[in-house]
Structure formats: structure tokens, C-alpha cells
């Protein structure tokens, strides 16, 4: 199994809402990301887990709240989120070192409404 | 500091043409990491190739090669006798053993049209 799943492809949730984005992988990685993408951009990283621990957090808002319960999975809990937070977001996983290049989900699209 | 700099923002070519992707780096570091990656309309990234720092041979595979040069900084993508499906945007970017993980960059992206 070399793939990366998010769940769901596509969200649309309001302003007030709680949603949550789910990532799985069963490759064995001890590494996880997520990033975000805006339409035309490159993507952002936004946090690392590396080993099921919080690594890196690229100063994101805590809006965004990350979760990684175990090391096949990784969410991203979504929370009173803004119209300019709508974007790609896209799940990546790796080798513990992360030399060997990410594999990346499909993505979340969502829309803050 | 750390940058990435794909300055062809679209290429447009006939089916069949060679096309070649540009990237340029900046990094202070003696050991990185350099990829490219594919983003197909569909939206997932994919891997195509790696090369560290200290490795600069260039690689082909099928109709894709690559050019790393450090003296330049550059680490360009060609695409040989290209095919409507090559139309995607494709990432270079550049990666570094950062504590607490590791990092990438991504650069802009160029969107490549390839036209039957």
C-alpha cells in the first residue's frame, strides 16, 4: 500500500463550525505533514510530526489544531475558521528523515462559508 | 535563508516538443536536498526525483531528465517529446534536516500546457 488518504475530498463548513480533516497512511512512515494550498500557489507547510510528536509548527493559528492519535494517522481539527482559510488541504508522509521524498494525499478542499 | 525560484510562471508547447523547467536555490546549507514534483489537475502531488547536495550526476527516466548543477545553483527538469498528459504544474523544491524535522520549500510552480 504506497497511498496517502484524506477524508473528506471536499468540505464546506461555516464560520462557527467544528470539522475535523482525517490523513492515513500504511506505509510505515514516521513522518507526517500537512500543508496547505492556496488556488495558484505552492503549498505551505504547516506542521511535522515526526514520530508521533509534534515537531515543527510553522506559527499556524491555533484555529488549526493538529492531532496525530497514532503513526498511521493524522488529523486536523478545524475550528471557528475564517473565508481566507478556504484552500488545498494536502496530507504528506515520509521516512523518518524524509530524504526520499513525500508521498502526498489527494487533499481537502475546503470552503469556509 | 532558504529559497526557491521558478521563474516560468506557464509554458504552453505543441505535443511532441521538448520542454525544459526551470529552478533555481539559494541555501546556505552544505547538505539539502533538492525534488520535483508533479501536480496533476487532480490535485496530488507527486514524487518524481530527489538529489542531494553532494550527488550532482544527472539523471534521465524515460522521457524525463534532469540537470543539477551547484556551480549555478540550478536544478532544471526537461521533458523530451512531451505528451498531453505532461500538462500539469510541476514543483521544485528544497529540503534540509531542520531541528525538530524536516523542511521543505516549495517553489511557485510552473504550469505546463501541453497541447495536443
Known amino acids: 500500500d504506497t497511498e496517502v488518504t484524506q477524508t473528506p475530498k471536499h468540505l464546506v463548513m461555516g464560520m462557527t463550525n467544528k470539522k475535523s480533516l482525517k490523513c492515513e497512511q500504511h506505509m510505515g512512515h514516521r513522518a507526517m505533514y500537512w500543508y496547505k494550498q492556496k488556488a495558484k500557489k505552492p503549498p505551505e507547510l504547516m506542521f511535522v510530526?515526526?514520530?508521533?510528536?509534534?515537531?515543527i509548527n510553522e506559527s499556524v493559528p491555533s484555529r488549526f489544531s493538529p492531532e496525530c492519535p497514532n503513526s498511521s494517522l493524522l488529523n486536523l481539527h478545524l475550528h471557528a475558521l475564517q473565508p481566507e482559510d478556504s484552500a488545498l488541504y494536502l496530507c504528506?508522509?515520509?521516512?523518518?528523515?524524509?530524504?526520499?521524498?513525500?508521498?502526498f494525499g489527494s487533499g481537502t478542499r475546503l470552503t469556509v462559508v | 535563508a532558504q529559497k526557491v525560484t521558478q521563474a516560468q510562471t506557464e509554458i504552453s508547447v505543441v505535443e511532441k516538443e521538448d520542454v525544459t523547467l526551470d529552478c533555481v536555490y539559494e541555501?546556505?546549507?552544505?547538505?539539502?536536498?533538492l525534488f520535483w514534483y508533479k501536480q496533476p489537475p487532480s490535485g496530488e502531488l507527486v514524487f518524481l526525483i530527489r538529489r542531494n547536495s553532494f550527488d550532482e550526476q544527472n539523471e534521465i527516466s524515460g522521457r524525463y531528465s534532469w540537470n543539477f548543477q551547484k556551480s549555478t545553483s540550478s536544478f532544471n527538469f526537461t521533458i523530451t517529446a512531451s505528451q498531453v498528459v505532461d500538462s500539469a504544474v510541476y514543483f521544485c523544491a528544497l529540503s534540509r534536516i531542520n531541528t525538530g524535522g524536516f523542511k521543505t520549500i516549495f517553489g511557485a510552480g510552473t504550469r505546463l500546457f501541453v497541447k495536443a
Open positions: 504528506a508522509s515520509s521516512s523518518g528523515t524524509g530524504v526520499g521524498g513525500y508521498t
Open positions: 541555501t546556505r546549507d552544505t547538505t539539502y536536498y
Open positions: 510530526y515526526s514520530y508521533e510528536k509534534l515537531s
